[in-house]
């Protein structure tokens, strides 16, 4: 099942594929209820850098938006694949990935539908949360945590969760973030700058996260 008929797809169609649910990993899950914090700019800036560092991403676009399989589509020779339920009827022919991937990264739409979180939380081998660091910001991640800490289908798996703070201009932006994240164990994987207009973010944020899976 191809999200569109690109060159690049059309060359993956001879990969063996499986079923999300049977990737043995890693699934990353890019993750956050709010709008426009940045899931999928580190969406595709993750996808950037695992190529360059000689990896193999595949991409699961949740977000009807489809603005992570846009850019991939655009941006070089990764598979990438969107979840739109009315094409197949069943999940795990829909939403297939190839066997030999190095990783899965997978975006997620803003005001999340309940029944789609229990879908993501059974995929995910590894959550990043992108959020900005204003007040307001940490406010809203600090309503949305507990509905996944004290998800059932998270707390089944436990994936590993870990914070990335996004537009950050100085070192002191992220004390308030830090404050709310420590008592409750998360760690900030890595701090991102403002982008500058017409760059992509080249800040490395496959290393810190390549390390953070292995431990
Ligand atoms: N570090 C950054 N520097 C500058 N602009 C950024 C940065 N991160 C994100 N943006 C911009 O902020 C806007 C929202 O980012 P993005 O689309 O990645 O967020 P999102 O969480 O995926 O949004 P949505 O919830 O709508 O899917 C985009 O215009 C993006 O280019
Ligand atoms: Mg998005």
């Not at 890693?26 to 990896?55: C, E, F, H, M």
């Not at 990438?80 to 190095?102: G, H, I, K």
């Not at 289908?153 to 950050?168: E, S």
């Amino acid at each position: 099942m191809l999200a569109h008929a690109t060159p690049s797809t059309v060359r993956h169609k001879l990969q063996p594929l499986v079923s999300l649910t049977a990737f043995p990993g890693p699934r990353l899950l890019v993750l956050n209820n709010k709008g426009g914090v940045g899931k999928s700019t580190i969406t595709t800036t993750l996808l950037r850098q695992l190529s360059a560092d000689g990896q193999t991403p595949a991409l699961v676009d949740f977000d009807p938006q489809g603005s992570s399989i846009d850019w991939a589509e655009e941006n070089g020779d990764f598979w990438a694949v969107d979840d739109d339920p009315r094409r197949e009827r069943l999940e795990s022919m829909r939403l297939r990935v190839p066997a030999n991937a190095s990783h899965v990264v997978m975006d997620s739409p803003a005001n999340l539908d309940p029944r789609l979180l229990n879908r993501l939380l059974d995929y995910a081998d590894a959550i990043v949360l992108p959020t900005q660091v204003s007040p307001m910001d940490v406010r809203a991640l600090g309503r949305f945590l507990p509905n996944l800490l004290l998800h059932p289908r998270y707390r089944a798996r436990m994936p590993q969760l870990g914070v990335i703070a996004n537009r950050v201009s100085d070192d002191s932006d992220t004390e308030l973030l830090e404050r709310f994240l420590k008592p409750l164990n998360l760690p900030l994987l890595a701090r991102l700058p403002e982008r500058k207009p017409g760059q992509s973010l080249d800040t490395p944020l496959w290393p810190s996260l390549k390390i953070w899976l292995k431990g």
